[in-house]
Structures are given as structure tokens and as C-alpha cells.
């Protein structure tokens, strides 16, 4: 082979010959893996893959696939036909040795193809040698050659059995596979069909027909887009964050690299990788250059715009991995599958060049679709404050055994019942009103946990950060529930949890921190209805000797309206402090007359995003939302 690059004027000689088949009947599991339905299947996939090498060469455009009702398998192609010339070593055609030899065949004398398709590369002589009767037919040269078989032995020379116009060529190969071998003849068609559908997206432009004459199913696939299809199609149901598919395809040292990508505003990774259009389940030296340059690529770019600065750290491979549907796909001439199942691909030097290709071409598409490239970098951002902020979450846990301990915060003044579902515990702001709820209180049932409005201190109140609070922490054990991963309601001190704090901005905001707790840390208790928004009154009327409480503005002005004299004696309520025990048990923690909210995740994914403007970075957008909700505490649902 002085020059592969070169066209190559391909003749039987260039297959080389190495042994005969008795070998595959007596072990044939060596050879197709086993002798039941997968095996079976193997035989399909061996003889089709050598039409769609043919197609992968640029020579077939379609592929015939047909089981017949008898167990009999026809594939063809319209591709150059098996070469029929006579093998000058073998002394037979190229036909006959294709057939009879095992490991005969172009992929493996290095001249017809640069790529193949086969598994194992054990080809049509093994399907021969394991059917009962089969036959090949050639079209080339104006010219129908014909051989038939019986168990792997030709019945007689390749033949010629008609002719045809010069221009129609291809290869139609039929065989019953052998009874005496395979447990049974029973094709399934799902199971063919959907290899049928990988290799069409794996190999653009080529037509794949199937048809089933059992059942009288057909089904055809063909993908012009290749993998972006794949990847297009697989990423619709999962919320694509971004239109354009980035596809990358560029061949480097002769292999072929083409990678497709698309974000979507899941959590999960579909990472599917292909060599010579094998699945390899197991990865491989292409899977992990395509990581580390998807890696690099996106680091690179968003380290350009300024998405990252300086002192951020990179982003982790999981963080430009998260929601990311992608295939990566592979052709090469000398693939090596490792491992158990032969489901990974072992070649060393296919990982710098599918990085090299994988990076540069990634890069070129982040470059061309700046639209396309704020999205994922802004989703890989998310991820990866995610990914620090649960670590600092677990790091604080295990400082902090104390979250775990039995020890009862000091602060908490815990009611005598010890039956979570008859107890309730308050959680009061501020020591004032936290010292008039002790008083007021059942003692029996409801317990109080004051909270200081140091919790206000936390500017950006970032989750992490609310962890670090001793507050928080005293909330967590006062609970016993635990947080997080680790939260086990079997374990909850109070059934009803109930938050108790001022009717104005400050209150709106403690409280909204606090469902932010709860909601990312132990949304259990707000799904399970345990968690509670008390009501306190706005304001306090006198009418005569009666003491008139008025929870809302619109309630104060009816009220008004109808007693005018009241306006006179009207008390607005400017914390829970400014009441005694005696009022704040009577207006809001006497059960007998109180009204409380019990807050519902009523969309989770809508409460998340609240919660995340609310609690996000960004301090402007927090304060104009809390000040213009500040007033619609009643209609408060989470
Ligand atoms: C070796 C060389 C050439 C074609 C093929 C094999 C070939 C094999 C199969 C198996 C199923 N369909 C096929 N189609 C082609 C090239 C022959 C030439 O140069 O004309």
C-alpha cells in the first residue's frame, strides 16, 4: 500500500487469507458472543454492518433489510458489489473468500476501506458458516454473479446468472440461520429496528429500509442531519435552553471526529459515544477527549467574556456536563474495543484528536452563535454555584455535628407535650416578641423559638450562608428532623411549625428567608402541610369596652366606615412586641380564635424560581419584590 489516500484500484488480491470455518461451527459462541436470540441478531448486525461500511465509504446510499416469513434474512445494498475477481494467492474469487475465509475480507488488508463497521470484524464468512443455506448475489459490470452455500461450503463457483444495465451495482446477501445451532429462529423487530435507527443517525444520508414479512411491519430511517438530528430529537422532550445544535466534524490523521451538543434546562447528562458506529456504552479514549475539550472550550470562552472572572475558579466538567444532551461520534480504521462487553474504546491516540477537533470546533460555534453561547455558559454558572454551594452545605454538616446532637437549643422554651402530633412550636422574631409569646402561650402544647433580626445581617442571603447561622442551626435541632439529603420526618418535634413575625418589611423578609430554608432544605415539611404563617392583627380598635382586632388594611377602612368614632382609638401594630402576652394570645396563638396560613408548594418549579430571585445575588430586584409584596401577606403561598 504505498499510498492509501491515493484511489485505490481494488482487486481480490488485497484480501488476505487466513483460516477456514469449522473453527466458527464448533465454537460459534467465540464468534457471535452465543447462540440464542443475541446471537441471532449478531448475524443481522454483522452482515448489514458491511453494507453501511460500503455506505461510510461514500459508495451505498441504501440498505434493504427483510425478514422473510420462513427465518430467512435478505440485506442489500446498492454499493460497488463484492469484488468477484479471482484472488491470485487463493486461486478463487474475492467473492468466494469473503464467504469461505474467516477474517477474509478489504478491512483487513488495509486497501478498500479506511473504516469498518464490524464488531468483532468477523464478517459474512461466519454468518455463512453458522446458516443452513445461504447466497450472495453481485451486481457490477453489467453483470449478476451468484454463489450459493450450504453450512459455509460453496455448492459450486461464483456464477454468472444474468446481466443488468452498467450502472446498477450492489451487494443482496440472504441466509437461514443453521436450527441445529441457534436455540431458535425468532428475530425481533423492535430490537433490530432500533439498531437500524442508531446506525441511520450514525451515518448521515443513508436510507435503511426494514421490512418484516411476518407481521407485514416496515418501517425506513434516514436522518439527513446525522447526529444533530440524534441530538435534536433527544433533547426536545427534555427543554432545550438553546435552538442551534452545536455540531462539530472534522478529520484528523484518518479519523473521523463528530461530536453534536445541546443544553437542556434539566439536571441530567445524555452522553452517548460511538466508534465506527458501535455503541461503546463503556466510553473510552474519544469520551474523554471530548470531555476534557468540552472542559477547556467552555472555561476558555466564558474566561473571554468575563463570565468568569479572575478569581473564580474553572468550571468542573460536571458543571459543563449538567442538562447536556451530546453524542460523539467516531471512524477510524483500526478501532480497539476493551474491556468485559468490548463496549470501550481503547485506542490512545484518539483522545488528543478528538480534543483537538472537539475544541476547536466547539470553540468556532461559541464564537459564530454568541446567543447560543450566554445560554450554556450561564447554565454551566448555575451548575457550578449549585455544586459549591451543596459542598459547603455538606462541609458545614460535618463541622457542625452539633446539628445532629440531642442538646435542645437553649433560646427554645419547649412546650410539655411530647407527642409530635399534638405539639406546635412558633418561631417568633425578635427576643420582645419572642419573650410575650412565652408568656401568652399553652406551655402544654406550643413551644417558642425566638429568632434575633441578626439574620437580616446575611446581605446576600445565600442558602450556604444561612447554614452557617447560629439561628438556623438552632431551628434545625429544635426540629430534630435533620436537612437536606438527610431530613427524616419520622423525626419532626412539632407537627404544626409556624412562623410568626412582623407585619412589615423586615417581617416580610425574615420570613421569606425562612421559607427559603425551608423549602431547599426540608421541603418535606412544607409538602406534608406542617408549615404554618401565623396572623397577627394590623391594628386594634376600642368600640366601647370591646377591643376590635382588624388583620388587614381593607378590613381596618370597612370597619372605619361603619364605626366612626373608632378612628379615634385606632392602634396600628408595628411589631408583635408592642402586644401583651394577653393580646398576642387571644389574636393569634389561641387555637380557638386564631387564623394561620399553611404554606403549599403549589408549583415547585415556580416557588424555586421565586425563591432564587429572591434570594438571588442581585440586591435590587430582592428589595423591590419584597417592598411590593410586603402588603400581600395574606395572600402568601409559596
Ligand atoms: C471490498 C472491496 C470493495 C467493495 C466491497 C468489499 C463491498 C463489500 C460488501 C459487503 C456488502 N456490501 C458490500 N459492498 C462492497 C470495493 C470494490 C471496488 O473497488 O469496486
Not at 348 to 359: S, Y
Request: charged share 25%; hydrophobic share 40%; glycine share 8%.
Amino acid at each position: 500500500m504505498v499510498d492509501s489516500m491515493a484511489i485505490h484500484e481494488y482487486t481480490a488480491r488485497d484480501i488476505q487469507v487466513l483460516e477456514g470455518l469449522e473453527p466458527v461451527r464448533r465454537r460459534p459462541g467465540m464468534y457471535i458472543g452465543s447462540t440464542d436470540e443475541r446471537g441471532l441478531h449478531h448475524l443481522v448486525y454483522e452482515i448489514v454492518d458491511n453494507s453501511i461500511d460500503e455506505a461510510m465509504a461514500g459508495s451505498a446510499s441504501r440498505v434493504d433489510v427483510t425478514i422473510f416469513s420462513d427465518g430467512r434474512v435478505q440485506v442489500s445494498d446498492n454499493g460497488r458489489g463484492i469484488p468477484v475477481d479471482v484472488h491470485e494467492q487463493a486461486g478463487v474469487s474475492g467473492l468466494e473468500l469473503v464467504m469461505t475465509r474467516l477474517h477474509a475480507g478489504g478491512k483487513f488488508g488495509g486497501g478498500g476501506y479506511k473504516v469498518s463497521g464490524g464488531l468483532h470484524g468477523v464478517g459474512a464468512s461466519v454468518v455463512n458458516a453458522l446458516s443452513d443455506e445461504m447466497w450472495v448475489e453481485v451486481r457490477r459490470d453489467g453483470k449478476v454473479y451468484r454463489q450459493e452455500y450450504r453450512r459455509g461450503t460453496p455448492l459450486g463457483p461464483v456464477a454468472v446468472v444474468g446481466t443488468v444495465g452498467p450502472e446498477i451495482t450492489g451487494t443482496a446477501t440472504q441466509w437461514l440461520a443453521d436450527r441445529s445451532i441457534f436455540s431458535a429462529i425468532e428475530y425481533d423487530f423492535e430490537t433490530l429496528a432500533e439498531r437500524f435507527r442508531e446506525i441511520a443517525y450514525l451515518v448521515k444520508n443513508v436510507w435503511i429500509r426494514f421490512e418484516d414479512q411476518r407481521h407485514d411491519r416496515e418501517i425506513s430511517f434516514y436522518f439527513e442531519g446525522g447526529i444533530v438530528s440524534f441530538v435534536r430529537n433527544a433533547a426536545r422532550e427534555r427543554g432545550p435552553i438553546h435552538r442551534t445544535v452545536a455540531s462539530i466534524e472534522r478529520t484528523i490523521n484518518d479519523v473521523q471526529v463528530e461530536a453534536a451538543l445541546q443544553y437542556t434546562d434539566g439536571y441530567s447528562t445524555l452522553e452517548l459515544s460511538f466508534a465506527n458506529c458501535i455503541n461503546t456504552g463503556d466510553g473510552g479514549t474519544h469520551l474523554t477527549g471530548f470531555r476534557s475539550a468540552l472542559t477547556r472550550a467552555l472555561n476558555d470562552y466564558a474566561r473571554k467574556q468575563k463570565a468568569l472572572k479572575d478569581e473564580d475558579a474553572n468550571l468542573t466538567g460536571e458543571d459543563v456536563r449538567e442538562g447536556m444532551v451530546a453524542v460523539i461520534s467516531v471512524k477510524l480504521p483500526e478501532p480497539q474495543f476493551e474491556g468485559q462487553t468490548k463496549a470501550k474504546l481503547g485506542n490512545a491516540e484518539v483522545k488528543g484528536i478528538v480534543e483537538t477537533a472537539v475544541a476547536d470546533g466547539l470553540t468556532q460555534f461559541l464564537e459564530e452563535h454568541p446567543q447560543e453561547a450566554r445560554r450554556i455558559v450561564e447554565k454551566c454558572l448555575t451548575a457550578a454555584r449549585a455544586r459549591e454551594a451543596a459542598r459547603r452545605a455538606r462541609e458545614l454538616v460535618i463541622r457542625k455535628g452539633a446539628l445532629e446532637s440531642s442538646t435542645l437549643p437553649g433560646k427554645l422554651a419547649d412546650c410539655t407535650e411530647r407527642d409530635p402530633s399534638n405539639a406546635e412550636i412558633y418561631i417568633v422574631e425578635g427576643d420582645s416578641a419572642g419573650g410575650s409569646a412565652k408568656q401568652g402561650r399553652d406551655r402544654r402544647f406550643q413551644a417558642i423559638l425566638p429568632l434575633r433580626g441578626k439574620i437580616l445581617n446575611v446581605e446576600k442571603a445565600r442558602p450556604e450562608k444561612m447554614l452557617a447561622h447560629e439561628e438556623i442551626r438552632a431551628l434545625i435541632t429544635a426540629l430534630g428532623v435533620g436537612f437536606g439529603d438527610s431530613v427524616d420526618l419520622a423525626r419532626l418535634r412539632y407537627h404544626r411549625v409556624i412562623i410568626m413575625t412582623d407585619a412589615d418589611v423586615d417581617g416580610a423578609h425574615i420570613r421569606t428567608l425562612l421559607l427559603t430554608f425551608f423549602f431547599r432544605y426540608m421541603p418535606q415539611i412544607i409538602e406534608n402541610g406542617h408549615l404554618h404563617i401565623a396572623q397577627p392583627p394590623l391594628y386594634r380598635a376600642q368600640n366601647g369596652k370591646e377591643a376590635v382586632y382588624l388583620f388587614s388594611d381593607k378590613e381596618k377602612d370597612t370597619y372605619l366606615a361603619g364605626h366612626k368614632s373608632a378612628a379615634a382609638t385606632l392602634q396600628r401594630y408595628k411589631g408583635l412586641g408592642e402586644m401583651n402576652p394577653d393580646q398576642l394570645w387571644t389574636t393569634t396563638m389561641d387555637p380557638q380564635h386564631r387564623t394561620m396560613l399553611c404554606v403549599t408548594i403549589a408549583d415547585a418549579t415556580a416557588a424555586d424560581q421565586l425563591f432564587t430571585r429572591l434570594m438571588g445575588d442581585e440586591v435590587e430586584p430582592r428589595r423591590k419584590f419584597i417592598q411590593s409584596h410586603a402588603a400581600q401577606v395574606r395572600n402568601l403561598d409559596v
